[in-house]
T-cell receptor, first 115, second 114 residues
Framework: NAGVTQTPKFQVLKTGQSMTLQCAQD?????MYWYRQDPGMGLRLIYY???????DKGEVPNGYNVSRLNKREFSLRLESAAPSQTSVYFC??????????????FGAGSRLTVL | DQQVKQNSPSLSVQEGRISILNCDYT??????FLWYKKYPAEGPTFLIS?????DKNEDGRFTVFLNKSAKHLSLHIVPSQPGDSAVYFC?????????????FGTGTRLKVLA
């Protein structure tokens, strides 16, 4: 049982480049999330998808786009990367709305550096 | 506007003693709370949760207390062990109004001294 899988684990970009972070979960969860972690700032919600076909902004959505491709996959796209987007990105999923516990399961993280 | 606050960035405790980590929230709609532990270079892992219908929940060495009137929750670890050294995050959501997002605090780094 892989849980939540994120790719890539590491990425270095130049300012202005674009890239997509991929996330997939195999737990049949309804909801998926993208967070970023920065020193002193904790985990901040970028975007989330309560269920397949829906996406909503979180606390820090500017500069990002998301796609809920199907129930398993939720991608995060940086169209024009900026140094301020240097961070560690975490994808998470939850059965929210189902019969199980409404607990987030996180992936291992993707470390992004924008030069 | 920080809706979930962990005002202590760090905490050091002697092995075998109690660790108490605190979390405050401002949104009265929050009704479900989680605690996570995070080691370096890993994703956060779930520790314990509490719903607003309870004021206490226990799981082994970990106990979470919720004071709704004060909008405050705390995580107690007894006894503390060196392997508990990590960053701890609290998170809150407003599940009853169908809000599916969790808001996290800034974290507290716990160091358990052997």
């Amino acid at each position: 049982n892989a849980g939540v899988t994120q790719t890539p684990k590491f990425q270095v970009l130049k300012t202005g480049q674009s890239m997509t972070l991929q996330c997939a979960q195999d737990m049949n969860h309804n909801s998926m999330y993208w967070y970023r972690q920065d020193p002193g700032m904790g985990l901040r919600l970028i975007y989330y998808s309560a269920s397949e076909g829906t996406t909503d902004k979180g606390e820090v959505p500017n500069g990002y786009n998301v796609s809920r491709l199907n129930k398993r996959e939720f991608s995060l796209r940086l169209e024009s990367a900026a140094p301020s987007q240097t961070s560690v990105y975490f994808c998470a999923s939850s059965e929210f709305g189902g019969t199980g516990a409404n607990v987030l399961t996180f992936g291992a993280g993707s470390r992004l550096t924008v030069l | 506007d920080q809706q979930v606050k962990q005002n202590s960035p760090s905490l050091s405790v002697q092995e075998g003693r109690i660790s108490i980590l605190n979390c405050d929230y401002t949104n009265s709609m929050f009704d479900y709370f989680l605690w996570y532990k995070k080691y370096p270079a890993e994703g956060p892992t779930f520790l314990i949760s509490i719903s607003s219908i309870k004021d206490k929940n226990e799981d082994g060495r970990f106990t979470v207390f919720l004071n709704k009137s004060a909008k405050h929750l705390s995580l107690h670890i007894v006894p503390s062990q060196p392997g508990d050294s990590a960053v701890y995050f609290c998170a809150a959501s407003a599940a009853r109004v169908g809000t599916y997002k969790y808001i996290f605090g800034t974290g507290t780094r716990l160091k358990v001294l052997a």
